[in-house]
């Protein structure tokens, strides 16, 4: 079972950037979908941005051109990376592998927090 762990997250200022890892215990290759979530104090969990074992990427609405994911097969490593940050970005980023079969599997790291100050 594969085991994710996020990194990357603090405190920054409005109009400032970070980069989120996620580290997977073993390969990532064979996992259809990578992606970011985040969840907002007194929110629900929501999709952030999502990559495709072939490399296809697809983002919330609220994040297009400002972040960007990306995958490193080799590292087992995705990356978010958050330019242009807004006070509304402010929520916790969740990791997550998804793997589709006879039943979806889905994985989930713990969560780093990122909070962006106005």
């Known amino acids: 079972q594969v085991q994710l762990v996020e990194s990357g997250g603090g405190l920054v200022q409005a109009g400032g950037s970070l980069r989120l890892s996620c580290a997977a215990s073993?390969?990532?290759?064979?996992?259809?979908?990578m992606g970011w979530y985040r969840q907002a104090p007194g929110k629900e969990r929501e999709l952030v941005a999502t990559?495709?074992?072939?490399?296809?990427?697809n983002y919330a609405d609220s994040v297009k051109g400002r972040f960007t994911i990306a995958r490193d097969n080799a590292k087992n490593t995705v990356y978010l990376h958050m330019n242009s940050l807004k006070p509304e970005d402010t929520a916790v980023y969740y990791c997550n592998a998804r793997k589709y079969g006879i039943i979806i599997m889905d994985y989930w790291g713990k969560g780093t927090l990122v909070t962006v100050s106005s």
């Open positions: 990559i495709t074992s072939g490399g296809s990427t």
């Open positions: 073993g390969s990532i290759f064979s996992f259809n979908l």
